[in-house]
């Protein structure tokens, strides 16, 4: 039977991540220690004697990096990867680039923390996590999950918001839930899928 292998990774900490700026579609790097996590990442999947026939990332460079940086410790610097803006963060619009505790001072704590968690509420300018997980499942359900079905074993690289839309359905939590979940950077989670597509089981590899 083939393996149906599906990796999920928030990209490793970036720039902005450390000076706590809401991000969405901008693009900073990694900082070192996003770096070192994406390595890390990658050293314990290669410990656990994992490795793929293609990965996907986002049309944004922290999750490209991290994807690249996994590969390498793979040995598989070489792999097909495809990027697609289908599984970029959530675009945070008008709070993008804005450090989170200055907004907070300019609309409150409370609707800033709406804007964060809440499932269906958009911040101004930007999209809900529903709208995000409206973007990423389509994109999931025609072209990767297929792909793991068939058994090919699938690294996917991407954001805290985009792979909470897949773990939203991975794992079957509500929208009342998912919110709430936090995802770290640079964790992988291992997924393997049964014929139907429901997780037949999960590892979370921390360090």
Not at 189 to 204: G, H, I
Request: charged share 25%; hydrophobic share 40%.
């Amino acid at each position: 039977m083939s393996e149906r292998l599906l990796v999920l990774v928030r990209h490793g900490q970036s720039d902005w991540n450390l000076k706590n700026l809401f991000t969405g579609w901008k693009d900073p790097g990694l900082t070192e220690k996003g770096v070192a996590e994406a390595t890390a990442a990658g050293q314990r999947l290669k410990a656990l004697g994992l490795s793929f026939d293609i990965a996907f990332t986002s049309a944004l460079t922290r999750a490209q990096n991290t994807c690249s940086l996994i590969l390498e410790q793979l040995g598989q610097t070489g792999l097909q990867t495809v990027r697609d803006q289908a599984l970029n963060e959530r675009d945070y619009g008008d709070l993008s680039g804005l450090n989170k505790d200055d907004a907070r001072a300019k609309w409150g704590e409370e609707q800033v923390h709406v804007w964060r968690r809440s499932y269906d509420v958009s911040p101004p300018g930007g999209e809900s996590l529903k709208d995000t997980v409206a973007r990423v499942l389509p994109y999931y359900c025609q072209e990767i999950l297929p792909r793991v079905l068939r058994g090919e074993r699938v690294l996917v690289a991407a954001h805290g918001n985009s792979l909470r839309a897949l773990v939203m359905v991975l794992d079957r939590l509500t929208p009342q839930t998912i919110p709430s979940m936090e995802l770290e950077t640079g964790v992988p989670l291992v997924y393997r899928l049964n014929a139907d597509s429901t997780v037949a089981s999960k590892q979370v590899l921390t360090a």
